[in-house]
Every structure is written in structure tokens, then in C-alpha cells.
């Protein structure tokens, strides 16, 4: 198991997020120009929750900092799906039944994907960041590793988050990241507001799935969740971690990618993202310029 030690990320983190607020993060995308592309993932619902099909670029309206933006680029469903599953392995997850859910969630998340085809990293923290198994289309070595990790020692949830999106946004295809966890954090440098910017700026739409705790009880996660473009889902039975695990892999798997050129200012831009008969929509909140040069992926 590789050891991926978040704290040199985070303090860079800190020092940009020092000067520019919440929005200013480190090692993300940047544009030096209007040429370049912001490009956003959309899920929407219909009323009931199932994911929209069949939409179009005409559908779908880009307000980037309340400016409208045209589409220059508009993608449906096709690709394959890359999913990195974050696991909570601190010693707080020893209570049952939150190891017990975990792994549920986590066979449940590999079971709804393509295996050979879509792909899956599997990632444990407790104080630092572990890669348990690299990226792979083959998900049995996924399924033993979850299973071979003791939960112990203390947490570093936000860290762990902001540096697991990092190495997901170099990822081919529809991308998410899934993070089960208790949702205590004992010693994490990052705030949840700084990680849901980190996530947002890179396109990274976060799914927490907290086990054994009640869904209201974590404002901060389930707001990380939103502003990055993902869900926050409560698991307290396995009928729940079913539930949790087919719904974010539906909404990865039907994300529309738009790609609109962005503002060249340097700071943080909000992104509102409309469409027409006002379905339920998620996507990231914003995107960062700087004037560093630009990071192509």
C-alpha cells in the first residue's frame, strides 16, 4: 500500500487560499485567455429524481458570473466512467455498523459499474492519504482491499478529499469521486469550505456517502457535496447503500459535459447553469483564473 501524504498539498493550499479567500487554490486548472475551455458535468432529474436523457446544447444556459456564456462544446453520455472510492479508515469507523456499511457501499458502488469497461481506484485515509489499489477496469483486487484494511488512527476526511480529486481529475471519461465516511474529522489542515473550491475549480463532483450517522447531521459534507457538483447521501441501512451506490453511478454515467470559453480575470467565477423546463441540475459552483501559466489535462 502506498502512502500519499496530503499535508505538503494542503499547506500550499492554505497560503493561496490565505490571500485569495475560499476561491484561491493551488495545482488546478488555470486560463491565461478566452481560448481556452472551462468544461462543466451537468446531471439532471426529473421530479421524481431519475436522471434526464435526450437533452441538447439548446437546452442548457451558462451564466458565468451572472454573463451569459455560449456553448462551444457539448458531449452526452458515451464515455466510460472513472471512480475513485475514498475510504474512511480511522479508528472512529471501528463502531458497528459503520465498517460493515462501508464495505457494503463500496461492493455495492463496483457492482453497478461496467467492469472491463469502466474503471475504479480504491483510497483509504485515516491521518494521511493510502493508495490501497491503483486504477483498473478489473475490480476483484478492489473488493479484497476493502476488506483488508483494519479501520485506525485519527482522520484527515477534507485533506484526504482534496487530495484524492487531484489525482482523479487526470482520469479519462465521466468522473466522480466517492468518499464513505463517518464524517468526523480529527486533524485535516483544509476547511470543508476550502475543499468544496478545490473540487469545484477542477470539476470534481464529490459523492459522500456517511454511514450509521443521520443525514442532517452534516451540513458541512452534504454543502461540499453540492458546490462540487455530487450528492451527499445518508446510509444507515443496507437497503440505503444500495440505494446510494446505484444513484451515483446513474448520475455519472448520464452527466452532459459543457464547455463554454471563460472569463480571462484572474479571481473566482461562479458558474449558474439553467435549462429549460427547470429539471433538477447539478454542477460545480465556479472555476479559478490565474495568471500562472496555463495547466492543460
Same mark, same amino acid.
Given at each position: 500500500?502506498? @502512502?500519499?501524504?496530503?499535508?505538503?498539498? *494542503?499547506?500550499?493550499?492554505?497560503?493561496?487560499?490565505? @490571500?485569495?479567500?475560499?476561491?484561491?487554490?493551488? #495545482?488546478?486548472?488555470?486560463?491565461?485567455?478566452?481560448?481556452?475551455?472551462?468544461?462543466?458535468?451537468v446531471?439532471?432529474?426529473?421530479?421524481?429524481?431519475? +436522471?434526464?436523457?435526450?437533452?441538447?446544447?439548446?437546452?442548457?444556459?451558462?451564466?458565468?458570473?451572472?454573463?451569459?456564456?455560449?456553448?462551444?462544446?457539448? #458531449?452526452?453520455a458515451?464515455?466510460?466512467?472513472?471512480?475513485?472510492?475514498?475510504?474512511?479508515?480511522?479508528?472512529?469507523?471501528?463502531?458497528?455498523?459503520?465498517? %460493515?456499511l462501508?464495505?457494503?457501499?463500496?461492493?455495492?458502488?463496483?457492482?453497478?459499474?461496467?467492469?472491463?469497461?469502466?474503471?475504479?481506484?480504491l483510497?483509504?485515509?485515516?491521518?494521511?492519504?493510502?493508495?490501497?489499489?491503483?486504477?483498473?477496469? %478489473?475490480?476483484?483486487?478492489?473488493?479484497?482491499?476493502?476488506?483488508?484494511?483494519?479501520?485506525?488512527?485519527?482522520?484527515?476526511?477534507?485533506?484526504?478529499?482534496?487530495?484524492?480529486a /487531484?489525482?482523479?481529475?487526470?482520469?479519462?471519461?465521466?468522473?466522480?469521486?466517492?468518499?464513505?465516511?463517518?464524517?468526523?474529522?480529527?486533524?485535516?489542515?483544509?476547511?470543508?469550505?476550502? @475543499?468544496?473550491?478545490?473540487?469545484?475549480?477542477?470539476?470534481?463532483?464529490?459523492?459522500? @456517502?456517511?454511514?450509521?450517522?443521520?443525514?442532517?447531521?452534516?451540513?458541512?459534507?452534504?454543502?461540499l457535496?453540492?458546490?462540487?457538483?455530487?450528492?451527499?447521501?445518508g446510509v444507515?441501512? +443496507?437497503?440505503?447503500?444500495?440505494?446510494?451506490?446505484?444513484?451515483?453511478?446513474?448520475?455519472?454515467?448520464?452527466?452532459?459535459?459543457? *464547455?463554454?470559453?471563460?472569463?480571462?480575470?484572474?479571481?473566482?467565477?461562479?458558474?449558474?447553469?439553467?435549462?429549460? /423546463?427547470?429539471p433538477?441540475? #447539478?454542477?460545480?459552483?465556479?472555476?479559478?483564473?490565474?495568471d500562472?501559466? *496555463?495547466v492543460?489535462?
Amino acid at each position: 500500500m502506498r @502512502v500519499l501524504d496530503p499535508r505538503s498539498t *494542503a499547506l500550499a493550499l492554505l497560503v493561496m487560499l490565505a @490571500v485569495w479567500d475560499l476561491a484561491a487554490v493551488a #495545482q488546478q486548472p488555470s486560463f491565461k485567455s478566452s481560448a481556452e475551455r472551462v468544461t462543466i458535468a451537468v446531471v439532471a432529474r426529473d421530479r421524481h429524481g431519475r +436522471p434526464i436523457t435526450g437533452l441538447s446544447a439548446s437546452d442548457f444556459e451558462i451564466l458565468d458570473d451572472g454573463q451569459r456564456r455560449s456553448i462551444v462544446d457539448f #458531449q452526452i453520455a458515451g464515455s466510460r466512467v472513472s471512480v475513485a472510492l475514498l475510504l474512511d479508515t480511522s479508528g472512529s469507523m471501528k463502531l458497528p455498523p459503520k465498517f %460493515e456499511l462501508s464495505t457494503d457501499v463500496a461492493n455495492l458502488l463496483l457492482a453497478s459499474l461496467s467492469e472491463g469497461v469502466d474503471e475504479a481506484g480504491l483510497f483509504t485515509f485515516d491521518k494521511v492519504l493510502h493508495l490501497a489499489h491503483p486504477f483498473t477496469t %478489473e475490480f476483484e483486487p478492489i473488493r479484497s482491499a476493502v476488506h483488508s484494511t483494519p479501520p485506525f488512527g485519527s482522520t484527515s476526511l477534507y485533506d484526504a478529499i482534496a487530495d484524492t480529486a /487531484q489525482q482523479l481529475s487526470t482520469r479519462p471519461g465521466r468522473r466522480a469521486l466517492v468518499v464513505v465516511t463517518d464524517g468526523v474529522d480529527t486533524s485535516s489542515l483544509l476547511a470543508p469550505a476550502q @475543499v468544496s473550491a478545490i473540487a469545484s475549480s477542477i470539476d470534481m463532483p464529490v459523492y459522500v @456517502v456517511a454511514v450509521g450517522i443521520a443525514p442532517d447531521s452534516h451540513g458541512n459534507l452534504s454543502d461540499l457535496a453540492r458546490w462540487s457538483g455530487g450528492a451527499f447521501y445518508g446510509v444507515a441501512t +443496507p437497503a440505503d447503500s444500495s440505494l446510494a451506490a446505484r444513484q451515483i453511478v446513474m448520475d455519472v454515467r448520464h452527466q452532459y459535459l459543457l *464547455a463554454f470559453e471563460p472569463d480571462a480575470s484572474p479571481g473566482w467565477h461562479r458558474i449558474e447553469v439553467r435549462a429549460r /423546463q427547470r429539471p433538477t441540475l #447539478q454542477a460545480r459552483s465556479g472555476y479559478w483564473v490565474t495568471d500562472l501559466p *496555463a495547466v492543460t489535462r
